[in-house]
């Protein structure tokens, strides 16, 4: 099946660093979602993309729907404690594939 | 409104028994789907239904099955527990293709 490739794997994080994950693909897609999963809980939904080049913002959370249509970004600024979780990517490809493809995850923790 | 409700959160089967993953969603929405969540290994897509009454095959859905009956509840068989089942499975549902997916807070479950 269609694959994601998401990047990091993992990360450390110190508080006040800015964040960058990003997610790509083999194919052209027509929507990109963020999704943050907290231990224990579903994935949460924190911003989608519906163009390209459209950058839409959540609090310290900004994401871009690649110009290509192929990658996506998510970066965080100024990361707090409880920012630690997984990041996922999804995509949709849209017509009969229209169903939601997820990338493998960004697991992010504190640094020690 | 209570989003998406899965039970158990928590279940021990043995080889060969089977269970119904229960899911139930009051937010009216037409799509469901149900993901199984491995260790580093993303959101596979089990099943899913666009509809009460229709239902279709996602990426991995050898040894389950599905229902809709309702628009409100989408439960998942495990007719013949194996091992490889042991994972986590998440319920999501979506207003309609182009929106994002609200899952559940997940069943654990542990084939031994």
């Known amino acids: 099946g269609q694959q994601l490739n998401q990047s990091p794997q993992s990360m450390f994080i110190q508080e006040g660093e800015d964040v960058s994950m990003n997610c790509t693909s083999s194919s052209i897609f027509n929507t990109w979602l963020w999704y943050k999963q907290d231990p224990g809980e579903g994935p949460v939904l924190l911003i989608a993309l519906y163009k390209a080049g459209e950058l839409t913002s959540n609090g310290r959370l900004t994401a871009q729907f690649g110009i290509t249509r192929k990658d996506s970004f998510l970066n965080i600024s100024a990361s707090i404690p409880s920012d630690v979780g997984i990041y996922f990517c999804a995509g949709r490809m849209g017509g009969s594939q229209g169903n939601l493809i997820f990338g493998k995850g960004t697991k992010l923790s504190v640094k020690p | 409104n209570a989003g998406v409700t899965q039970t158990p959160k928590f279940r021990i089967l043995k080889i060969g028994q089977s269970m119904t993953l229960q899911c139930a969603q009051d937010?009216?929405?037409?799509?469901m789907y149900w993901y199984r969540q491995d260790p580093g290994m993303g959101l596979k897509l089990i099943y899913y239904?666009?509809?009460?009454?229709?239902?279709d095959k996602g990426e991995v859905p050898n040894g389950y099955n599905v229902s809709r009956s309702t628009t409100e509840d989408f439960p998942l068989r495990l007719e013949l527990a194996a091992p490889s089942q042991t994972s986590v499975y998440f319920c999501?549902?979506?207003?309609?293709?182009?929106?994002?997916?609200?899952f559940g807070s997940g069943t654990r479950l542990t084939v031994v």
């Open positions: 999501a549902s979506s207003y309609g293709q182009a929106y994002g997916y609200t």
């Open positions: 937010m009216n929405h037409n799509y």
């Open positions: 239904s666009v509809g009460a009454g229709i239902t």
